[in-house]
């Protein structure tokens, strides 16, 4: 598959990062992900927003995304105030773990489990 004009114009920025490129703006645009069981369902949707920009598609058949759970997200917030902004960091981490993944730079890793937004109980 090679990218059309159009393709070139919307992922012009990514095309310029060595660690993707066309190839790997390619391999963006064929791969697939979908929910992981049990994760969080905010943190999902900022992840699944992430990677349908970076050209991934949302199928069934695709590799599972993996968000942490409900319970890692509350964990890692420390307040209810500060939900949403942990489902962003949250979101976002498990869509540039995904991505890695795809393009082939690294294995997955997990959100590492002592991090804080706030030490607020």
């Not at 058949?61 to 759970?69: D, N, S, T, Y």
């Not at 500060?82 to 294995?107: D, Q, T, W, Y």
């Amino acid at each position: 598959m090679s990218l059309d004009a159009t393709a070139r114009r919307r992922y012009a920025r990514q095309l310029l990062l060595a660690e993707i490129g066309e190839a790997g703006q390619e391999r963006l645009l064929d791969s697939r992900f979908r929910s992981g069981a049990g994760g969080d369902a905010d943190a999902y949707a900022v992840a699944a927003d992430y990677l349908e920009r970076a050209g991934c598609e949302a199928d069934l058949r695709g590799a599972a995304l993996r968000v942490p759970k409900r319970s890692s997200l509350l964990r890692f917030a420390g307040s209810s105030a500060l939900l949403e902004p942990a489902a962003l960091v949250l979101g976002a981490f498990s869509a540039v773990e995904h991505l890695k993944e795809v393009l082939g730079i690294a294995e997955a890793g997990e959100f590492p489990v002592e991090l804080r937004l706030s030490d607020e109980a």
